[in-house]
C-alpha cells in the first residue's frame, strides 16, 4: 500500500504526531509532501519543512491535528480557511462533529495512535462517517505502516478504545517498572530486575499473540499444580485486585477523555 499524495501537514509533531512521522518517513513516505507547523518551530526530520506560521497561499491535501485537544480553540479559527480533503485528528476526545465544526474538510478522520507506532508495533484506531474510498484508503495507508489499525464503526467506543490502547502503553509501563521494583525488593539489583521484568513481558507479549488460548488460559499454564506462580496468582486474583484496579484504570482514562470531547464542544 503506498501512502496517500500530500501535501501533508502536521499542525503540533510533539511526542505522538512527531513518532508517527517518523516511522511515516522510515517507510517511504517523501519528505518533501511533509510540512510541520509547531509554535517552537520543532526541529523536523531532514527534507521536512518545518515552519513556526502556516504558509501563505497553499494548502494541504491532508491536514494533521497532532496538538492537545484543549488547544483547539485557539488553533483552530487558523486552519478554518485551509479546506483540505481530509482532516485527520489524533486528538482525545475531540468528536468528529466537534472537528468539521471547526475546521471546513472534505472529510474527517479519527485516529488514535499509541507509541509504539514509532516502531511499527503500535494500535492506531480509525473512525470516519466517510463512506468514500479514497478517504477510507488513505487513511488505512497511513495507519497501517504503524501496526494494528482497526476501524472502529461506532465513535462513541472511540474513548473506550482511546483509554485501552491511546493511553495503554503507560499502564504497560507502569506494569514493568513495578514488576522490577519488586524484584528489587527481594533483592534482585534495579539493573537485573529492570532487565528481567523487560524481557518477560515481551516474551509474555509475543507468547500471547500467536498462542492458540487466550492469556487468562495461558496464565494457568504457568502455574504448576502447588508451584509458586500460584501463589502469586492468588494474590492478584484475590477479590478481582488487578482486574478492579485496571478497570478503575480505564474508567479514569475514559471520563477523562469525555471531559475533554465536552470542553471542545463548547
Ligand atoms: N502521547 C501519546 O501517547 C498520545 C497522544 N495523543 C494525542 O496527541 C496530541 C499531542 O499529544 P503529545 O504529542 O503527547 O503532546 P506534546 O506536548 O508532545 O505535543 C504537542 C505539540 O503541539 C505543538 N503546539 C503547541 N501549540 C501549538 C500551536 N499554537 N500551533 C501549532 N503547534 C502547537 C507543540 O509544539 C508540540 O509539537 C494530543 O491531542 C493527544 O490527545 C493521542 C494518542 C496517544
Ligand atoms: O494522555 C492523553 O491524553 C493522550 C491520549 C492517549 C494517550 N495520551
Not at 509547531?38 to 494541504?60: H, K
Not at 483509554?163 to 506494569?175: H, K
Not at 495461558?218 to 509458586?228: E, F, I, K, N, W
Amino acid at each position: 500500500m503506498t501512502f496517500p499524495v500530500g501535501p501533508i501537514w502536521l499542525v503540533g509533531c510533539g511526542n505522538m504526531a512527531g513518532a508517527m512521522l517518523r516511522r511515516w518517513l522510515s517507510e517511504g513516505l517523501d519528505p518533501a509532501q511533509v510540512t510541520v507547523i509547531t509554535r517552537s518551530g520543532t526541529r523536523a526530520p531532514e527534507g521536512v519543512r518545518s515552519l513556526t506560521a502556516l504558509p501563505v497561499d497553499e494548502t494541504p491535501a491532508i491536514l494533521m491535528l497532532g496538538f492537545k485537544p484543549q488547544q483547539l480553540g485557539d488553533i483552530a479559527p487558523t486552519l478554518a480557511h485551509l479546506n483540505p480533503a481530509i482532516l485527520l485528528s489524533i486528538l482525545a476526545g475531540v468528536e468528529e462533529q466537534t472537528l468539521a465544526s471547526h475546521i471546513p474538510a472534505g472529510a474527517v478522520v479519527r485516529m488514535m495512535p499509541n507509541l509504539p507506532v514509532a516502531i511499527g508495533q503500535g494500535v492506531t484506531a480509525l473512525y470516519t462517517r466517510s463512506t468514500d474510498a479514497v478517504v477510507r484508503d488513505a487513511a488505512e495507508a497511513l495507519a497501517r505502516p504503524l501496526g494494528l489499525a482497526p476501524w472502529v464503526e461506532d465513535e462513541g467506543r472511540f474513548d473506550a478504545v482511546t483509554a485501552l490502547a491511546g493511553c495503554g502503553p503507560a499502564f504497560v509501563f507502569r506494569f514493568i517498572d513495578a514488576l522490577a521494583q519488586a524484584g528489587v525488593g527481594l533483592g534482585l539489583s534495579p539493573e537485573l530486575a529492570q532487565q528481567l521484568a523487560l524481557a518477560t513481558v515481551d516474551g509474555a507479549g509475543a507468547m500471547a499473540i500467536g498462542a492458540d488460548a487466550p492469556p487468562a488460559v495461558l496464565a494457568d499454564r504457568v502455574a504448576s499444580p502447588g508451584g509458586s506462580t500460584r501463589e502469586g496468582l492468588n494474590v492478584l486474583d484475590a477479590e478481582d485486585a488487578l482486574k478492579r484496579l485496571m478497570a478503575e484504570t480505564l474508567t479514569a482514562a475514559e471520563r477523562r477523555n469525555r471531559e475533554m470531547a465536552a470542553a471542545a464542544r463548547r
